[in-house]
DNA sequence: ACTATTTGACCGCC
DNA sequence: GGCGGTCAAATAGT
């Protein structure tokens, strides 16, 4: 009857709590880009010189490496939100390094071997799945997604389809529920908060409220069941549910129900950049979107998931709206690394920051009106 | 005042 | 009938 409130666990899902690992990472990062920018101004000096190469390529790769790492693991914080400290930082890695070479960096670079992740032409491809690093295949309506690399289990996704062959018939009670949609269903298991509140589910880069827990058999750790906090405003049917593993508690086991339609408002802001326009082409392609939830990991994990690899691409006729086109396949393939570079590097005129790309304004971020109970 | 969360009840499906 | 998904009143937080 009477609602006793836990109200331990009733922080707000928005807290993130270690800006101090956010730094961190920028700063390796920053760390990385000056050895990269050494390595470049040496270059000519060492060609001859492979060890020495070798021994930066392997550092370079190790820093990348690590900050990849860690912010895979540390995005889910939601790190990305407040992210004014990183702007700045990631605005010093710009002026400390050399455009062009950098651009050429992103491409060869390890960092961007996400590639196996990146298919384009799926159609079902979950943000958090590029930023994880999915593969996607569509198996005769039965689609199913793998990390391309990753030994912990988080990261691992997978696309179940519709499991509902027989539809609910329209129920003719007074209060219609719909059971078992068409949508389709993902599982993504992803690392909990390491720091700070644990029992906060990752972000995921999508607003979410919670309509419902319940213990589940056979389980220890209840479900929690959350939709689109659009779902009212933008009637968006995009629901998740969310559930600690049994044999792991310190992964959460994600599944999505249905896509995102709330990008369709006219509310939701839109962005100037030609890479945020491809990559809302593809997104839109991929899964429906709302651009006010595409925020910096969503960014970074498509920027990750590019790679000089005509083989990933190249078919893809679905590949960005915004990029016209008949470009050769090379072009095609570099043209959103080309295109990010550009917007990290070219300062531009313009009066928008290049980071807001990488890092787009929470003011974006329209807040919901919620479902007020007509009580 | 408004929004988000909690949680018992309700309901559909197996 | 049991389980899981959802509803919605109560309540906490801002």
Request: proline content about 5%; charged content about 20%; some cysteine.
């Amino acid at each position: 009857m009477l609602k006793s409130k836990t109200t331990n666990l009733n922080h707000k899902r928005k807290l993130h709590p270690d800006n101090m690992e956010e730094h961190n990472i920028v700063s390796l990062i920053l760390h990385g880009c000056k050895i990269v920018k050494e390595l470049e101004s040496n270059l000519e000096s060492l060609a001859n010189q492979s060890n020495v190469l070798a021994n930066y390529c392997d550092e370079i790769a190790k820093v990348f490496g690590s900050a990849k790492e860690r912010l895979r693991g540390h995005d889910h914080q939601g790190m990305l939100d407040d992210h004014d400290q990183t702007r700045e930082l990631l605005q010093q890695a710009q002026n400390n390094i050399d455009h062009a070479s950098f651009q050429e960096w992103l491409i060869r670079s390890s960092v961007c071997s996400y590639t196996q992740a990146m298919d384009i032409n799926n159609t079902s491809t979950h943000p958090q799945a590029l930023l994880l690093g999915a593969e996607t295949r569509d198996l005769s309506g039965h689609i199913r997604t793998t990390s391309a690399h990753e030994n912990r289990n988080m990261g691992r996704i997978e696309f179940l389809g519709s499991s509902s062959p027989s539809a609910p018939s329209s129920s003719s009670s007074q209060r219609p529920r719909r059971r078992k949609d068409d949508h389709e269903i993902r599982i993504v298991n992803m690392a909990a908060p390491q720091i700070g509140n644990t029992d906060i589910p990752p972000e995921d880069n999508y607003t979410w409220r919670k309509y419902g827990q319940k213990e589940i058999m056979g389980s220890k750790y209840p479900r929690g069941y959350y939709r689109c906090t659009h779902q009212k405003l933008y009637n968006c049917p995009a629901k998740k549910q969310v559930q600690r593993l049994d044999d792991d508690p310190f992964t959460f086991q994600v599944m999505y129900r249905g896509n995102h339609t709330c990008h369709m408002s006219a509310t939701a802001p839109t962005s100037s950049l030609p890479l945020q326009a491809a990559i809302m082409s593809q997104e839109m392609a991929a899964e429906p979107l709302t651009s006010s939830t595409i925020t910096s990991s969503v960014a970074i994990g498509r920027w990750l998931s590019m790679e000089f690899s005509p083989a990933g691409v190249g078919g893809s006729s679905s590949h960005g709206g915004g990029a016209g086109t008949s470009a050769s396949t090379k072009e095609m393939v570099e043209y959103p690394v080309l295109d990010m570079a550009d917007a990290m590097f070219n300062s531009g005129s313009s009066s928008s920051n290049s980071m807001d790309f990488l890092f787009p304004s929470a003011e974006g971020k329209p807040r919901d009106s919620g479902n007020k109970k007509n009580a």
